[in-house]
């Protein structure tokens, strides 16, 4: 037994009955994947996950690396690599992987599927993988030296990592020193230290390849201030042989120190310090300047496991907390209260731990359905692109759900695990004896890391609503109109009638949030006579609509599965499977119920909002 409590079947619900993904599988770029294959594939990984991934989650957190400032080393504990070699072994990271770098082509909706189960597991062991997926990266931006680099990575499943982070820059990446000095011989000398960067040292691989963002000097054109001065290199611990891969001398990268942490203790957070003694030689990723578009190729892929990593730490925290509950004794039913000799009762028969249960249990099938909705945008992304065409409807509505997975997804992941799954094992969730502890610990991390929550809304309204000139987002809105009008009554046969208004006057709600934000912004124009302040107003409320949007999103998506189930409640079911649809059914009734009429009070907040909070003296707070 290990603490991971998968819950494939609905991973499977969302794929075959909500997503039709059977459409895709087996088709075009995806021949070779057909709906049997990919259902074997999520058993097995599946399984894996469940058992020797999740084995040395809880003792590599008790026992986690330790740096050696000498040696510059912070070799990971023997029961965590065994689980990092199961993983790689079962060649399940191929999956997904792009082909010219030895991966098997597969829908992006599969691959998160997938990613669930082992970030679900062990969060690390995913991380410490990445590399073949770098490789893919530096293959598909590189000139033919990369490309060779990026083939050699996976191949011989070196790590890699994404080196963005100073001390002084942190979500102001534009911030960053780091400076990167041509060579005569067309490579690049990279100077300065960067800091909390994941997996830049460990004994997985023999090899590392860093990702650095830097700053070109003494190039014309280039090396300007923020973000878009700033170029993408490509910094080896060791040289290595081009054509074979053989490895050389060690570079003058070092790490430097590795943090401290409050959980996720088993990934290495490095400092690394570039030509400290040793020139750090690198090489200019494709051969152009173009840093951060490319360096937001990797984020992209992040935020999404960002938020995926959160909702799979929530499902499994609710599993776990759902089974404390079912044998957990206490008290009487509150029905029989006053009796002092009444039967005492598990502790699912009294209705604030119904509560507790059904708020995580609606939220995590809400979320998960967020997640993979996502993935099956990326889908439509990857189809196009294989038939060489750009589907830019759905690259742009991938763009609008992306903050949502990250910074909704980890916020309400987090504080849930905190507030209803740890309390439902009351004082034993305090201990170390039960997963929930290390959840939360491991979890609140996604609040941060990848852009913090307050970044993602701050993407979510400037750049994915603002920039976009609403067209994703209103793509979004008739889909969810749409639902709204048709579909759901001709199948529910109108028994969610009650909590389809409930979603239709929340989405009424956040189009008000948003339109308030959207006439603070004309109103900040200056060259319009507007007053600038007025922004201040905007981003006192971005975090509202990103939760907001989130809220409707789960919410919409919980309803279409309840219309599904409903149909499915009308055939014959073995006991399971009417359970589980019944389970559907429920959760999407009881997020419409418990959490869509509270954005009405958002929406009075939006408007009221004023400047009082920016005018208040610091001397105040
Ligand atoms: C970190 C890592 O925290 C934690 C875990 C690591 C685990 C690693 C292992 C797993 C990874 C797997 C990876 C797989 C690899 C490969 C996958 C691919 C196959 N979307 O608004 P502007 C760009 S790492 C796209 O003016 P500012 C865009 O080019 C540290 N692009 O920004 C834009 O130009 P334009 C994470 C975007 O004011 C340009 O940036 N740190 C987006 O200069 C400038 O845009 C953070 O995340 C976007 N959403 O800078 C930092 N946004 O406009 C958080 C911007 O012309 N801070 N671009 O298109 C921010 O995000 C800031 O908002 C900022 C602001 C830095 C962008
Ligand atoms: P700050 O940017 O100083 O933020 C402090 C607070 O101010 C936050 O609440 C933030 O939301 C808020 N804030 C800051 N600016 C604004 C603004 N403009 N508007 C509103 N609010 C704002 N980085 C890498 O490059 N590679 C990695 O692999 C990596 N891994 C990490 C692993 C761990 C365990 C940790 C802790 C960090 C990692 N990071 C990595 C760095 C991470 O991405 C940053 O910590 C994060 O982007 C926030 O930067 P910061 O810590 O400097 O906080």
Redesign the pocket.
Known sequence: MTHYKSNLRDIKFNLFELLGRSEILGHGPYEDMDVETAEAVLDEVDHLATTKLAESFESADRQPPVFDPESHTAPLPEAFKKSYDAWMESEFYQIGLAAEVGGQPAPPSLRWAMNELVLGANPAVY?YA?GP??G??IF?NGTERDQKIGRIMADKLWGAT?V??EPDAG????AGRTRALPQPDGSWHIEGVKRFI??AEHDLSDQIIHLVLARPVGVEGFGGP???GLSLFIVPKYDFDLETGDLGERNGVNVTNVEHKMGLKVSNTCELTFGDGKPAKGWLLGEVHNG??QM???????RM?VGTKAIATLSTGYLNALDYAKSRIQGADLTKNYDKTAPRVTITHHPDVRRALLTQKAYVEGMRSLVLYTASIQDKVAIAAAKGEKDDDAIKLN?LLLPIVKGYGSEKSWTLLGTEALQTFGGSGFLADYPLEQYVRDAKIDTL???TTA?QG??LFF?KIIRNQGKALGQLQAEIQQFLDTEGDQNSGGQLKDERELLAKALEDVEAIGTAMAMNAMSSDVRAGGDPRNLYKIGLNTTRLLFGLGDVVCAWLLLRSADIALQALGTDLPESEQRFYEGKVASARWFARIVLPKLAAERVIAEGTDLAAMELDEASF
């Open positions: 991380m990445s997926k770098f893919e990266m598909r994404m963005l982070t979500s102001d990446v534009g994941t997996s923020g973000t878009k951060i578009a937001f190729q990797v984020i992209e892929d992040a496991m763009d890391y990848e852009g970044i701050q993407d750049r």
